[in-house]
């Protein structure tokens, strides 16, 4: 089973408008880790955020907002008044402290465009 | 940023081939992690190390081999290149491993091209 879902595979906005992008994680432990990964044109892999679950509370980094609800089991990711270098593939990923061998899984990603 | 170089950054090789990909970071983090990344795949693990000589298999290690002598260098060797194995490989680090939940950071990646 898939554990972490992007469904949103591409999204394009226009300069300035606010986007949401979508995490939908799957677990059975209480004690976890989510992230969310930026990855530009350019390739590099860049960390944006690390939240574990007992934290819920929104955290907010300048246009940058991620929203952890456990009740629906997201870990959702708003960009606002977004701009063009905000162009890249964005992940979600999942770290569960009692996995096999998967230490971080990670989802399909989505590529959001923003146009000028 | 994290201190994380992988070389070669591009590779062209032919089916059948050994190829060896090399991860070096100077962060002294005990944990070092190899990964794919395939379109609509996102990333996947191929291996880990949790320190010197002790390594781990992840969901695709098939067809790949790894090592490592010292804290610094993680080596990803494929053994007889196939075409499959044409793809992006990622190296990461982690200071304690996953246990704690800990952030990976990564290289700026190697891309490999099996004709």
């Known amino acids: 089973a898939q554990k972490v879902t992007q469904a949103q595979t591409e999204i394009s906005v226009v300069e300035k408008e606010d986007v949401t992008l979508d995490c939908v994680y799957e677990t059975r432990d209480t004690t976890y880790y989510l992230f969310w990964y930026k990855q530009p044109p350019s390739g590099e892999l860049v960390f944006l955020i690390r939240?574990?679950?007992?934290?819920?509370q929104n955290e907010i980094s300048g246009r940058y907002s991620w929203n952890f609800q456990k009740s629906t089991s997201s870990f959702n990711f708003t960009i606002t008044a977004s701009q063009v270098v905000d162009s890249a593939v964005y992940f979600c990923a999942l770290s569960e402290p009692n996995s096999g061998n998967t230490p971080l899984v990670f989802g399909k990603g989505t590529r959001l465009s923003v146009i000028a | 940023d994290a201190g994380i170089t992988q070389s070669p950054r591009h590779k062209v090789t032919e089916t059948g081939t050994p190829v060896t990909l090399r991860c070096h970071q100077t962060?002294?983090?005990?944990?070092m992690y190899w990964y794919r990344q395939d379109p609509g795949h996102g990333l996947r693990l191929i291996h880990y190390s949790y320190g010197v000589k002790d390594t781990d298999k992840g969901e695709v290690s098939d067809g790949y081999s790894v090592s490592r002598s010292k804290t610094e260098d993680f080596l990803l060797t494929l053994e007889s290149a196939t075409s499959s194995q044409t793809s992006v490989y990622f190296c990461a680090i982690s200071e304690t491993g996953q246990g704690a939940g800990e952030t990976q950071y990564f290289g700026p990646g190697t891309r490999l091209l099996v004709l």
């Open positions: 939240r574990n679950s007992f934290d819920e």
């Open positions: 962060e002294n983090h005990r944990y």
